[in-house]
């Protein structure tokens, strides 16, 4: 067996990275008006280019630029989405020992794709990369599902095939936009499926009049007209998370509920899968995936603690996955980012190192390279 010439690669990883201490300070400088956001670019900028030098050091095909611009994961690209407004939440999202209320995207007009909203971002990235470089946004289903149809002005859409209508094609505007500049390698950051393998977002679905069994069939639907029409060497995978802020999450079950529609209905090319711990239940659910296609990304590796995972265990996890799924359509990869927010996983600079550089290693190991 050999290394894949095309993303995801054996070796890949999920995309953020802990931020700098000169960009934290910086940003704040921003908030007090003490420093110009063009400075703050400019510093960005720096500090990106150690960062895909760093990733491209540990043996890495495919980099990101850290999300070292962005405040969290989802919500600096969804509200610039044309019709998206942010309002404080009303949902208090409890991760293991922190509760964090984030704020609820509400649909206030039409929904528009006013700007390419992650272009200037990867033609930077583009420019410093000597490998693949990737771009990763949130699913377009997070503009669903924290809120529900409530959430959705019904003066906007009272037809509400109308909004799975006009979200797909901003979607799809902003893909194309990346494509013309030349992006081959795109990750959606999905967290609605994993949180319908969890029955307190399956009640809490319910509450907001949703029904969960057809909420994946819905989305899958949805990000297929998202990314319809692609280049044809344009690789997209799906990240499933079940939340990642300050080294805790959020929801935990495995993926059976949602296999069917995940696996064989999305239109993409692999699948980055949280598999770090219990809550992410066991590989059987594998067996939905199509055999000969896609490809599973295992994310083994934990990112929201320091502990380093020995390589025979990753191997024999690895071998129990291949039971469900070839051999040859597996990869591996951490579990999530590093940094989902500002604030950062509880790891050093150096444990982050130490666990992508074992990743390129095990792939090395298992596939014969990366």
Not at 39 to 63: C, P, T
Not at 130 to 138: A, D, G, L, N, W
Not at 167 to 184: I, V
Not at 210 to 230: F, M
Request: charged share 30%.
């Amino acid at each position: 067996m050999a290394a894949r010439s095309k993303p995801p690669f054996r070796a890949d990883h999920v995309g953020s990275l802990l931020r700098p201490k000169e960009i934290l300070e910086a940003r704040d400088k921003v908030a007090k008006g003490q420093m110009s956001k063009a400075e703050l670019r400019k510093l960005e900028d720096k500090h990106i280019k150690d960062a895909v030098a760093f990733q491209e050091s540990v043996g890495l095909k495919a980099v990101t630029d850290g999300e070292y611009r962005r405040y969290m994961w989802h919500l600096d690209f969804l509200e610039q989405i044309g019709g998206v407004e942010m309002r404080e939440g009303t949902v208090t999202m409890k991760f293991q020992g922190v509760d964090f209320r984030p704020p609820t995207p509400h649909i206030v007009s039409k929904v528009t794709h006013a700007k390419s909203i992650m272009g200037p971002d990867f033609a930077y990235l583009k420019s410093v990369a000597k490998v693949t470089p990737k771009v990763c946004y949130p699913s377009p289903s997070l503009l669903h599902f924290r809120g529900g149809r409530g959430a959705i002005s019904k003066e906007a859409y009272p037809d509400l095939e109308e909004f799975w209508a006009d979200l797909a094609r901003a979607y799809n505007d902003e893909m194309m936009s990346l494509a013309k500049l030349g992006c081959r390698y795109i990750q959606i950051d999905e967290t609605d499926f994993a949180y319908l393998c969890d029955p307190k977002f399956r009640d809490m679905a319910k509450k907001l009049g949703e029904d969960p069994d057809k909420l994946p069939h819905i989305y899958a639907k949805l990000i297929n007209n998202s990314i319809k029409g692609r280049p044809a060497d344009m690789t997209v995978c799906i990240h499933i998370c079940r939340g990642n802020f300050a080294g805790t999450w959020l929801a935990q079950g495995g993926y059976e509920p949602v296999a069917d529609a995940l696996f064989n209905e999305i239109d993409v090319d692999g699948y980055f899968l949280e598999y770090d711990d219990a809550r992410s239940g066991g590989f059987e659910p594998l067996r939905f995936v199509p055999k000969g296609k896609k490809v599973v990304v295992l994310g083994l590796i934990t990112t929201k603690r320091p502990l380093l995972e020995s390589k025979d265990e990753l191997k024999a996890r690895i071998n129990d996955a291949s039971k469900y799924v070839p051999l040859e359509q597996l990869a591996l990869s951490p579990q999530c980012g590093f940094a989902s927010s500002t604030h950062g996983n509880p790891v050093t600079p150096d444990d982050q190192r130490k666990k992508l550089e074992l990743v390129v290693n095990v792939a090395k190991e298992v596939w014969g390279g990366v």
